[in-house]
């Protein structure tokens, strides 16, 4: 399988520098511009997988290239940088067709695990008729909300049960804390603490019991990984 | 939090209260009845006035017939009486002779009105006893006795003069009730305009208490209100020019500050990969160490930027209808596993409330700082709760804990940013979590009070907004 290509759009060289790092460390090929003007042409010629887009560019703005990208039919997944944090800034850019929305600054591991949850999406569409869902030994029944591993019943309350959808729905990828809290909770800001952490290890408490290899595993400095 | 609060007034009373509390209104009522009074005094005046001088004139009227009938002799009186009741068109005069014991001698009054002086004064007497189908007239007599005893009665009808009277009078009460109709209409009318103005001026001072400096009160008619209202649109100008600057200012660094620090952290980043290939333990640690305290550093910027963020909202574009019981059991599922992994019980209680107008976003940000730092204070092994409560005023949400409790005098700057306590310095966090809640509630106009719950401190949001006029 090729790389995916990812264009990023960023003025900022040492922010620029540390997408282009963080991506090249994970295998992606990453095409970095660092202004408006040259990102619209490179974003318009449809030729990546991916892109990180600046809100705030010098010569063409940022809402500006996602705007002009969509509505000449362009859909590569667009991940918003910005400084600018709040909800309305983020309702903004989401609403211009950008997929996902990351405040600056931000963490190398959080961007690549966002980045990794959009190129997933875009090339393995969810089949919209599969009503179960399978990782290893767990089977989670999307209609009845019941869960199994290795046919034996799992009790989960509500929380934990969307919890492990979402994590089964990103299997293999690592997905970050604010990626669940944003997910499961529907919340933007930082929950800080160990909030998150105390939900997982109830969760894993559960559909891990001790002495087996864990399914639920947690990456350093960046989040969980449902293997 | 300072007391703010003004009663809430109850409402049934309001808009008859409101009303006196007009000054106009008030003014127009005193001046109503001041103006009343004032008419009924004059319509005594006039009526006491009339009548006076017509009755004057009948007296001399009389006095004249009188000495005219003195000089005729004896004789020829009762003939000149009788001669008179014939001549007379309008019959307006009535004539009586009586012996000097009372017998009616001559004329067409039949009965010598009782107590009546002879002495030539004039008296106005409601009935008289007269000949023919005439009804008692109400009338002015006039007696005198004559040289040989007999009494000489002259009475003359007054009913024409009272009817002028009436007319005046009834002229008078006409014209004042129209008068007092139209003042009254009037006073409304401006109090109405004035108290119109006055609600503008109000509406708008409620959206500058909430925070809009970019209000301005309405101007408009060119009086004392007026003068004051630009005198305070001149001052607000000014507030919010400084506010900016000192807001500008206050961004600017936080924006500018953050941006390095973030390059920072990525290059201790960098660095700590270098040094993790080192035999060096400690550069390791202390790389380390480093990054650990920039990210709180960029925590707190955050933070900051944050309250700056929510704080100049205004975005009640993310205001809805709201089911406050949801919402809290939604903290309360939230956090209760954590308060699980400290060992701490978390109640959820909810009573029914309506729903509330609320960013939604904004106020679980705010319940979820507040329990995060009851959880954070609380031993192990302590109770947290959160309540949600119905009062007569509103919903009103509790966080109640029984930790060490905030001194009364900690409890005001706690609220306020960047305070932490001497004792906490070596808790975790941006110190900043109360400055959020404190934010929220100033954007949704809600009250939050801190409270010794003894032991523990009890956090109270009052989910109305504070009264302000």
Known sequence: ?227 | MKATLVDVPVPTLLPLRRRWHSTTFRLMAVYTVIFSVSVTLLMGFISWAVTGAMEHETDVVMDWQLIYFDSMPHGDLIDAIYGRIEHEHMHTNYYGLFAADGRHLAGDMLMLPPNLPVNRTGVTLDTLAVAGPERAPVVRVMAEQRRDGEKLVLARDLTHVLRVRQRIVNALILGGILCMVTGIAGGLALSMRQMRRLKGIRHATQLIAQGDLGQRLPAGGRDEIDMLVHLVNHMLEEVERLMNEVKGACDGIAHDLRTPLAHMHTLLGHIAERTGELPDQELSTLVQRARIETNALLDRFRAMLRISEIGTLQRRGGFAALQLETLIHEVGELYEPLAESRSIRLMVQTQHVGTIRADRDLLFEALGNLLDNALKFTPSGGLVRIELNATPSGPRVDVIDNGPGIPQADRDAVLQRFYRSERTQHVAGSGLGLSIVSTVMRVHDFTIRLHDAAPGTRATIECWPRILA
């Open chain 1, 1 to 227: 399988m090729r790389p995916s290509r990812v264009l990023a759009i960023e003025d900022d060289e040492i922010t620029g520098n540390e997408i282009v790092r963080a991506l090249q460390s994970r295998g992606y090929s990453v095409d970095w511009v660092d202004n408006g003007q040259e990102g619209m042409v490179r974003a318009i010629s449809g030729e990546y997988d991916l892109i990180t887009l600046d809100r705030m560019l010098p010569r063409v703005d940022g809402l500006t290239i996602l705007t002009t990208v969509r509505s000449i039919g362009i859909r590569t997944p667009v991940l918003m940088l910005s400084s600018l944090g709040d909800v309305d800034e983020r309702v903004r850019g989401l609403r211009a067709g950008g997929d996902d929305y990351l405040t600056k600054p931000f963490d190398p591991e959080e961007m690549s695990a966002r980045l990794e949850a959009l190129l997933r999406r875009n090339q393995s569409p969810a089949a919209p008729t599969q009503t179960t869902l399978c990782v290893g030994p767990i089977e989670l029944d999307l209609i009845s909300r019941k869960v199994q591993r290795d046919g034996q019943e799992i009790e989960l309350l509500p929380t934990e049960y969307r919890v492990l959808e979402f994590m089964m729905r990103h299997a293999g990828q690592t997905v970050t804390r604010t990626m669940l809290f944003e997910a499961v909770w529907g919340y933007h800001f930082d929950p800080g603490t160990n909030l998150i952490d105390v939900h997982m290890g109830r969760l894993r408490k559960k559909i891990d019991p001790s002495g087996v290899k864990p399914l639920i595993e947690t990456v350093r400095g960046a989040g969980y990984i449902l293997a």
